[in-house]
């Protein structure tokens, strides 16, 4: 890749320059509005690893048996100091063991180069995502890299992601770190995103971006985690992007109207200005040549998460969660002590139609405040029916429920766990021979906030409604987790 270099040098660049320090203050106001907030400490700072034996409530069905593996921030707070913003803390990967009727967990700090020399130090060095912290310079991407946003398990392996930079190996029982992969000697420190799909063939497919290089990293590996294919393509005003889509020919990659300034001593974070004078830009790549073939405009919103495409005739069908305005700015605001979720800002699903022909875009609503939307792992990149994401049923806007939708009828199958709760994202795992995608159990993690317990939730996929089969508590708090998956 002949431009790896200067694809390295804007990621360094974007990851160097930060705002304000962490500081006491921000340390102090978060505490102060904990002592008066239960629903707060699902963002308070975790110090240490963790294991321990659920309580099950209910039954465990008979032939669920595997691996829930669960990646998330987990370290805001070191040396009196805190970070401003949710997606900063350091990786704290999650194994739920489920299986004869018990569950097990255990959880530990990914020990990326970061968190050793900070733990070393007693105190933060290098900038984070939303926080400046400038006391020791950084090398390239992975001097920085987290490891705290998703945990893929992979050919026999597994792997704690972050859209920044290398995966990082852990071992798939202990969660203890191997180190940085390399997926080939050219692709060094290169971004890996923390969102990756399957291929139907057990290959994968992910990308990787750079603040400021415009140029979108593809990579194809094969089931035996080989690169196959790779390449770089030129997108203008390329941004944070944090997800995507695969469908049977394309590619697809949502980029929400963001200017990125050059401005000095402020995070990444800070450097994104909303810009609503410019579209939602839907870029599409085709999968035979890897090359851009085509562009669509929407009405600017922000975006986190994609849930799956598939090609219909001459157009491309693809789910996404759309936020009304700036959404990145809602995500960072708990760590400040105020009360705000992922889904502060309105936002919907919608199922978005990309006419090739006439190039226009359309869009029909789904579902209201919602997010971390998943399907069936069979139906990936192929013609789906339903629709798995979290909503909030109150007036505060906290993911509180479980929706699955219908995206045919638009009826949905719904469980809310009411006040006191925050639910983390949720996925569809199915029986052996799964005929439909209902035959099978969505299995999640909830926090109760008023026990101060991480709790695995286990629906029966056919009826949601009538409430999880079976919720297995653990006796602790466990770091809220952004992704996972899981292995039978």
């Known amino acids: 890749m002949s431009n790896r270099r200067q694809f390295l040098s804007f990621a360094a660049l974007g990851l160097a320059s930060s705002s304000?320090?962490?500081?006491?203050?921000?340390?102090?106001?978060?505490?102060?509005?904990?002592?008066?907030?239960?629903?707060?400490?699902?963002?308070?700072?975790?110090?240490?690893?963790?294991?321990?034996?659920?309580?099950?409530?209910?039954?465990?069905?008979?032939?669920?048996?595997?691996?829930?593996?669960?990646?998330?921030?987990?370290?805001?707070?070191?040396?009196?100091?805190?970070?401003?913003?949710?997606?900063?803390?350091?990786?704290?990967?999650?194994?739920?063991?489920?299986?004869?009727?018990?569950?097990?967990?255990?959880?530990?700090?990914?020990?990326?180069?970061?968190?050793?020399?900070?733990?070393?130090?007693?105190?933060?060095?290098?900038?984070?995502?939303?926080?400046?912290?400038?006391?020791?310079?950084?090398?390239?991407?992975?001097?920085?890299?987290?490891?705290n946003t998703n945990l893929l398990p992979f050919n026999g392996r597994v792997y704690a992601l972050w859209e920044g930079g290398s995966a990082t190996e852990v071992d798939p029982q202990t969660l203890a770190t191997r180190g940085l992969k390399t997926w080939r000697s050219d692709l060094k420190a290169m971004p890996f995103s923390a969102h990756p799909k399957m291929d139907p063939d057990g290959g994968l497919w992910n990308f990787g971006t750079a603040p400021g290089a415009n140029q979108l990293a593809i990579y194809r590996l094969n089931a035996a985690g080989e690169v196959t294919r790779n390449a770089m393509i030129e997108v203008p005003h390329l941004n944070m992007v944090h997800d995507f889509v695969v469908s049977g020919r394309h590619l697809i990659f949502l980029i929400a109207p963001y200017d990125l300034t050059s401005d000095a001593d402020t995070s990444f974070a800070d450097r994104m200005h909303w810009n609503p004078q410019r579209p939602l830009r839907v870029v599409v790549v085709a999968k035979d040549t890897l090359a851009l073939r085509q562009v669509f405009e929407l009405p600017a919103r922000s975006v986190f998460h994609l849930g799956n495409a598939y090609e219909d005739g001459a157009c491309t069908r693809l789910d996404a969660v759309l936020h009304e305005g700036d959404a990145l700015r809602k995500t960072g605001l708990p760590m400040r002590g105020q009360m705000r979720m992922v889904a502060d800002n309105p936002a919907s699903t919608v199922q978005i139609t990309l006419d090739y022909a006439s190039g226009q875009a359309r869009e029909a609503r789904l579902f209201?405040?919602?997010?971390?939307?998943?399907?069936?792992?069979?139906?990936?990149?192929?013609?789906?029916?339903?629709?798995?994401?979290?909503?909030?049923?109150?007036?505060?806007?906290?993911l509180d429920s479980v929706n699955l939708l219908d995206t045919d009828s638009g009826k949905v199958d719904s469980y809310a766990f009411g006040a006191g709760w925050q639910v983390e994202e949720h996925v569809l795992v199915p029986r052996r021979g799964a005929r439909s995608e209902t035959d099978g159990y969505v299995v999640g993690v909830a926090q109760d906030t008023r026990r101060s317990q991480s709790v695995l939730t286990v629906f029966d996929a056919h009826n949601i409604k009538a409430g999880p089969m079976a919720l297995a508590r653990l006796p602790y708090r466990a770091p809220v987790c952004f992704h996972g998956n899981f292995q039978a």
């Open 368 to 398: 209201g405040v919602s997010e971390f939307p998943r399907v069936m792992p069979q139906v990936v990149s192929a013609r789906h029916r339903k629709l798995l994401v979290l909503g909030a049923s109150g007036r505060e806007l906290i």
């Open 20 to 147: 304000a320090l962490a500081d006491s203050l921000t340390y102090q106001a978060f505490h102060h509005a904990l002592d008066s907030n239960a629903q707060l400490t699902a963002y308070a700072d975790h110090t240490g690893d963790v294991s321990g034996q659920a309580t099950v409530l209910g039954r465990l069905p008979a032939d669920l048996n595997g691996v829930f593996y669960r990646n998330g921030p987990g370290r805001f707070e070191l040396g009196g100091e805190r970070y401003h913003h949710w997606f900063d803390g350091d990786g704290f990967a999650q194994r739920w063991q489920i299986g004869d009727g018990k569950v097990s967990h255990i959880g530990r700090f990914v020990a990326t180069q970061k968190f050793e020399e900070e733990s070393k130090a007693g105190r933060f060095l290098y900038p984070a995502f939303g926080t400046h912290i400038d006391r020791k310079g950084v090398k390239n991407n992975d001097t920085v890299n987290v490891a």
